[in-house]
């Protein structure tokens, strides 16, 4: 019997979550996750699996090393019409990750914050989440990624109309993914130029 589809979500911005992962469930789909946002879908009663749990690998250094694993890379880039990869995969056990939903740590909001010291800032430079959409929105051919709760709506009509994305959708998900992760460098960027030592 084939592994169920998964489903890997990691949310600062928590909008219309719930009820998200509440349809991926009813899809099929296993859904995997992190730190508060695991626990916000745990305490809404919907069934997920800590990401330390299905890596065998736990979270460390206060949860600034999470995502980064193969386990969890390997099933977003691997691809799924290449045989090595998948040959790869399956000595590996490293099981397909079909969707992403991941916006990252609040940035911008945190620095413009009074007082905000550099250390403050540095802590809410997000690390994982901008490696997960960059692998996910690079395998646009297998992968569906969000990053804006106002895409989801969209990608659940198509999952329940179809049992899958479309390719242009996809496509149109994966280049807001790299807009996001420019803005998020140069917001990065513009702060520490202005910081002196």
Known sequence: ???????????????????????????????????????ALQSAGIPVTEVSAYTGFPEIMDGRVKTLQP??????????????????????????????????????????KPGCTLEEAIENIDIGGPALLRAAAKNFEDVTVLTDPADYPKVLTELKSSGNTSKATRFYLAKKVYALTHHYDEAITRYLEDVIF
């Open 1 to 39: 019997m084939a592994n169920k589809r998964k489903a890997l979500i990691s949310v600062t911005d928590k909008s219309g979550i719930t009820e998200l992962a509440q349809e991926l469930t009813s899809l099929g789909f296993e859904i995997l996750s992190t730190g508060g946002t695991a626990k």
């Open 71 to 112: 386990k969890i890379h390997g099933g977003l880039l691997g691809r799924r019409n290449d045989l090595k990869h998948q040959e790869q995969m399956k000595t590996l056990g490293i099981d397909p990750i079909d969707l992403l939903i991941v916006n990252l740590y609040a940035f911008e909001k945190t620095v413009a």
